[in-house]
């Protein structure tokens, strides 16, 4: 019978655990409150307890640092970059819209991040589509690290109870990461024709890592939250050789004298990133179950890229109501997904009727792409114990209430795979009741509690270096483990 054995880990790889800026360092930390104070007893006729009663000592004092040197180090490896997601957040803004009328919602990236792009969503309580209820009239960066989303509320329309809203700010952690960040702003002036575009152009050598749009002017409800306050298109521009280079934003009035001013951002960065070629598709509903339906369309990245920035152009019949109800990064920022309303007039009918038979009603997809950044990190790795490591009650001392000593090792890297031996290492043990933080080195040698039945711990090792942090961890059971 064997009263301890280790399982799995519970961060395999540790990467995708990693934190790149100390504002964030902190993030995955659990809290460690006190365990019970020394001298609690165990009574005898306790279902845990084993043997007669005895006296509660706590084991943690018995981790001391052990000598690095001792220990059968392993060789060296190149640690796989984090995913996006350890240093890109998303910082939202949300609300429950209830009152017709304009709402604006700035979701805003913390000091020390930066603002990459954003995105939005538009949803009832139950996470279904609003219906012709609500619509968005601006999407855009407002600021050097804030992303403004406006919501457009009717009164009418088939759902009348209150709506969530979200604005999306995609920031990076790491300021002094070089992007050089500019925000291009173009419009259309407020005059014009029904039918406009206009294009926010990058510099030269820019990648594009966000792009948005915005209606200025007066609101005209109901037809705004049907059509979509006018807007036709947001997405990126391609270039000759197919890398976002702009965004673009396309906008049908109702007549001339409703014709608006409007906007187009777009987010570059002009140093720091490497583009990838942008993925661009076209979905055909024409000939589909229903003429006029919701969809959902997603697209990913190639070479494992990143988008902090997507969109879709609509191809229909304009007067259909074609609502965008979601448009924001998918996938841990692998790709862009869309949700929205729209449909055409079939042959059946006289009025305006398409007959062709493609492109009736469609959506072009599209993101700007680029390779994740060449940013430090540090990864660290538990060398020992080891996945499944078996290990006995404390013989020596015939105290039933602990295992045998355990040397616990953790090795720190850098993004090249060269041993940081300065690194922080901090091991902290925690359960459900709370946690104790063992000690603090590369190598520690103590004793875990391990009562007559099975006990859940998880065993961290959380690396520092300079600003940069992460963390490996391990499950432990202690107890009866046969």
């Known amino acids: 019978m064997r009263l ?5 880990r519970a961060c395999a790889g540790f990467l995708a655990c990693i934190l790149i800026s100390s504002s964030s360092s902190n993030a995955d930390q659990v809290p460690i ?12 006729d306790r279902r845990t307890a084993i043997g007669p009663a005895q006296q509660y000592v706590d084991p943690y004092r018995d981790f001391s640092p052990i000598a690095p040197e001792s220990i059968d180090w392993p060789g060296s490896e190149i640690p796989t970059p984090p995913a996006p997601d350890t240093y890109i957040t998303v910082r939202p803004a949300a609300a429950l819209i ?14 020390g991040e930066q603002l990459l792009g954003g995105g939005y969503l538009n949803q009832d309580q139950t996470g279904l589509n609003p219906g012709f209820s609500m619509a968005v009239r601006a999407s855009y960066p407002s600021g050097d690290n804030s992303w403004t989303v406006t919501f457009e509320k009717d009164s009418v329309g088939r759902n009348y109870q209150p709506l969530q809203a979200m604005a999306l700010a995609y920031c990076m952690g790491g300021p002094s990461y070089p992007l050089n960040i500019v925000n291009v702003e173009a419009n259309n002036g407020g005059n014009g024709d029904v039918d406009q575009s206009v294009i926010a152009t990058c510099p030269s050598g820019s990648v594009v890592t966000g792009g948005g749009f915005r209606i200025d002017g007066t609101a005209y409800l109901p037809t705004d939250v049907t059509h979509n306050a006018d807007v036709l298109a947001s997405q990126p521009t391609l270039n000759g050789a197919g890398v976002a280079d702009g965004w673009r934003v396309t906008t049908r009035a109702f007549r001339p004298d409703l014709v608006r001013r409007f906007h187009a951002y777009a987010l570059c960065a002009q140093s720091g990133l490497e583009p ?13 179950p229903s003429a006029l339906d919701e969809h959902e369309a997603s697209i990913q990245c190639p070479e494992n890229g990143i988008s902090t920035a997507g969109g879709l152009s609509y191809v229909g019949d304009w007067l259909a109501a074609h609502p965008v109800f979601e448009s924001r990064t998918a996938a841990h920022f692998r ?33 700007s792409c680029y390779k994740p950044p060449n940013i430090d990190f540090i990864s660290v790795r538990i060398v020992t114990p080891r996945t499944n490591t078996h290990f006995d009650t404390d013989a020596a001392t015939g ?3 602990y295992t045998e000593p355990l040397i616990l090792a953790a090795q720190v890297l850098d993004k090249n795979g060269n041993v940081i031996p ?9 359960s459900s009741s709370g946690g104790r933080v063992l000690g603090m080195g590369p ?9 007559g039945t099975i006990t859940y711990f998880t065993l961290r090792a959380l690396a520092q270096y300079g600003d940069l942090s992460a963390f490996d961890a391990i499950k432990v059971d202690t107890g009866t483990v046969n």
């Open 276 to 288: 990838l070629p942008a993925p661009k598709e076209i979905h055909d509903y024409t000939g589909g």
């Open 422 to 430: 300065d690194a922080k290492v901090t091991w902290e043990l925690v």
């Open 335 to 367: 790709g862009w997904r869309n949700r929205f309303f729209g449909g055409y007039q079939t042959p059946r009918y006289e009025f305006r009727p398409c007959l062709q038979q493609s492109l009736c009603f469609a959506e072009w997809i599209a993101a």
């Open 443 to 451: 190598a520690l040698q103590g004793r875990l509690p391990a009562g």
């Open 4 to 8: 301890g054995r280790l399982i799995t």
């Open 98 to 111: 209830d009152s017709p009328g304009e709402t604006s919602l700035t979701a805003t990236c913390l000091p």
């Open 399 to 401: 105290k039933w209430a």
């Open 33 to 44: 409150p006190n365990l019970p104070p020394h001298g609690k007893t165990h009574p005898a």
